[in-house]
């Protein structure tokens, strides 16, 4: 036992500042940020559009929630400068430039329940195993949601927040509304990544039922592919402690 | 893009019965064939020849008829109807089981008398939906179909679709590929010695694996741009020239890793709780293993030493050594101090690529070509060998199937964990290392 907390103690502290400190360039590599639009956008975005394998691109701005950060249209003109940890209500809102800087994405508080800790329970419904990888990984010391009061529960019946990762098939469906019914209230649902928000690169996949709130009702949105652990723990502690500009971290 | 084209089969079935359909197996006489052609290939390796198997040999693709159709399902060995038996459904979602995919378990209460996984919950049709698309966009494809082993994935489409069009590789290209694809082997070997050290309560143990684990990502996000690879290997992508200190830097930074996960691994191997959960649980005895036809670390864990990184060698492999670790019982254990010698062998592999760095990127302007055209690839992914098989029109798409290891490994979960008790679960899951999203594709 003590070899082990002696090797633990040598390693030194490993976790991230967050929420106290910006992400550094370890924890949000370069497809971990929104691509951004510089001026003019006018000219921008049509020479980019074409590129996108996802029709993210359009021209009175860039789908977040669509956007696979595949870095095509780095090469025309868009810069990875954004947000790593954007979320919003919808995904409507998620929409750069406009709105995406100026108004904080926020989250609207689903329940004044969640003060200290918060339960998550995570449900794939089509992923390819990176999004249920990078959330399994904020239990490790790097990101240590514990900390912050956020735990993964092993059953629905526990849990506060119901996690979606992938694109949402046919037949998960069934199996997803019975996850959500059988959670107690006060409950909220965050989708993330791509894939759950609008389909990410298998947009208009037959196999599929989007969108994901025709299903069960979705409170925050957190787009990427996947979105690095840093976007989702920042995700559930905005949902855990409500609207930042009621209360900071 | 039509909504046919989605669909491997016909649209009407795939709701109802994709259970079924999604599970083919290999059957061992289509191993041996394969297993024979390895001496070909190397011929036509050494003679600068596009890569891949000769699609002549195998006109009926083997792999991907259901040929094993009996053995889908390990028959009970003993009269599994009785007084008190039931069969639960554990899944499609679980806590346990971080993916969909249900098992049907068939029980008097502690010990799993027959067990039957049924996939077919995230079933997406990725490979049908990419006939008819270009090759950088297929590849885009392919690499989200399965997160974590994105570059295994993309290699053994990119290589079975070069070699369709008979076209060489940019030297730099492969060695790239090399290197994204030991990263990934050491990150997803990591991640299964640190869920199995969870599912045997060493919280300190699987946090610290864990945290390598997450130092690998950040190291391939900081050298290719993305924790998961994706992007990294696909063709007309930025040239990922990694000069001589950022190699320096992923040398050294990964030798640490490997270091520092010896030392971890020998703490946990002298824990006896952690070894007594493992030790004796779901056995794979050798005769086994090659009936049902095992790959990767299951394989090898039951005294078979095939890699096909020394057997059937893409290049750079052919110019690497690479150790080979076997175990002698194929149990959890073994399975485990497999991917154990694994990450060692992957450091020293990765060693060898950096020292070995092509100076030029050698580009090879790609000749047209319209006619349809076959390849086959075999790679040796994390989790085992993985085959391609890809028709090629001109620069389009015109066909992709693809044998992943989880899907060859399937069976043997059900031949495992037969006989062992409901609480073992996990660490038969953990050690075979399945990825739903490559049986569901």
Known sequence: MSTWIQQAVARGRLTTRFPWAPPNEEEAPITAHAPEVPPP??????????????????SEGVRQGACIRCARCLSHGLTPTGPVDLMASSIALLRSPSGLRHEPPSVRSPSPGFRRSLHVFLIDVGSC???????????????????????????????????????????????????????????????????????????????????????????????????????ILSALWRVMRGPPSREGP | MTRSSWVETSLSEVPKTSHDLSLSYLSPDARLAILTDYTEHRTRVLRGEPLGLDPARFPNQPWLAPAARGLRRCPPDEDVRGYGIFTFPYGPVTGGVP??????????????????????????????????????????????????????????????????????????????????????RIYNHLHAVARVAESAAQSVG????????????????????????????????????????DRRTIGTRIARISADFQTLWDLLSHTRIFVDRIQGTSPIPRREAIRWGAVGPTLRASSVGWDDRVHAPIPPYTDLFVAVPQGIDGDALDRIAVRVGEIQSSTLAIEQILDRWPAASGEIPPEP?????????????????????????????????????????????????????????????????????????
């Open chain 1, 41 to 58: 956008a006018t000219r921008t975005l049509p020479l980019a559009a074409p590129v996108c394998p996802t029709g993210a691109i359009e």
């Open chain 1, 129 to 231: 195993n990176a999004c249920n990888r990078e959330a399994l990984g904020l239990a490790n010391p790097y990101y240590d949601s514990q900390r912050l009061g956020i735990f993964f529960t092993n059953s629905p019946r526990h849990a506060d927040v119901l996690l979606v990762v992938g694109i949402p098939t046919r037949e998960m469906l069934p199996s997803l509304s019975r996850t959500y019914e059988a959670m107690p209230g006060p409950k909220a649902v965050v989708a993330i990544g791509a894939c759950a928000l609008e389909g990410g690169i298998f947009h208009g996949n037959p196999h599929a039922a989007l969108p994901l709130s025709d299903h069960v009702p979705v409170d925050a949105y957190v787009p990427g592919c996947p979105p690095p652990p840093l976007a």
């Open chain 2, 99 to 184: 993916e969909a995919v249900r098992f049907d378990v068939r029980t008097y209460g502690e010990r799993i008398l027959e067990l039957t996984p049924v996939t077919g919950f995230k079933r997406r049709g990725v490979l049908a939906g990419i006939a008819g698309l270009p090759l950088p966009d297929a590849a885009l494809r392919v690499e989200r179909m399965v997160g974590n082993l994105s570059a295994a994935h993309v290699t053994a489409f990119l290589t079975a679709a070069e070699s369709a069009r008979g076209l060489p590789v940019p030297e730099r290209e492969l060695w790239t590929r090399a290197l994204a694809l030991e990263l990934q």
């Open chain 2, 206 to 245: 699987q946090a610290q694996v864990h945290a390598l684990s997450e130092e690998v990502l950040r190291l391939a996000g900081w050298a290719f741009g993305h924790r998961w690879l994706f992007g990294a290997l696909l063709p007309g992508g930025p040239d990922r020239r990694l000069e001589p200190s």
């Open chain 2, 369 to 441: 070509c319209v006619e349809a055209h076959r390849g086959i690839a075999r790679v040796e992914g994390p989790n085992g060998d993985l085959i391609y098989d890809v028709t090629m029109q001109g620069d389009r798409v015109a066909g992709a199937s693809c044998r992943s290891a989880s899907e060859a490994n399937l069976p043997l979960l059900a031949l495992g964990s037969r006989q062992s008790v409901f609480t073992d679960f996990s660490f038969a899951w953990e050690s075979f290392g399945f990825v739903i999203a490559e049986v569901d594709r």
